[in-house]
């Protein structure tokens, strides 16, 4: 079992950038593939990005409207996996998950239901 803790959220002005942190607590997480998502209100939740398994050579995918301005990354020393937001958006603005996924082979698992445990989530608020 995984237990996920994001952070790193906050309010930040149009064209700004913030990085989010997702520590998961568990011996296995690098077996893990493991995705951001993020939930504005009124909305379903989205793909934001996922990376796979593997640590330096960890495959990454994106949904296409963040391409080029949000990273994923991970650390499995740390049990870490980070979200790189840069030229931030007001479209940007959600609740931000962190999950994990013990059946995905592949980062571009996309699929909420792909993914066994998820964070609390944390706020990211983009003015205008």
């Known amino acids: 079992q995984v237990q996920l803790v994001e952070s790193g959220g906050g309010l930040v002005q149009a064209g700004g950038s913030l990085r989010l942190s997702c520590a998961a607590a568990g011996r296995t997480f690098s077996s893990y593939v493991m995705g951001w998502f993020r939930q504005a209100p009124g909305k379903e939740r989205e793909f934001v990005a996922g990376?796979?398994?593997?640590?330096?050579?960890?495959?990454?995918y994106y949904t296409n409207s963040v391409k080029g301005r949000f990273t994923i990354s991970r650390d499995n020393a740390k049990n870490t996996v980070y979200l790189q937001m840069n030229l931030l958006k007001p479209e940007d603005t959600a609740v931000y998950y962190c999950a994990a996924s013990s059946m995905a082979y592949y980062s571009s698992t996309d699929t909420p239901t792909d993914y066994d445990y998820w964070g609390q989530g944390t706020q990211v608020t983009v003015s205008s």
């Open positions: 990376i796979s398994r593997s640590g330096a050579g960890a495959r990454t």
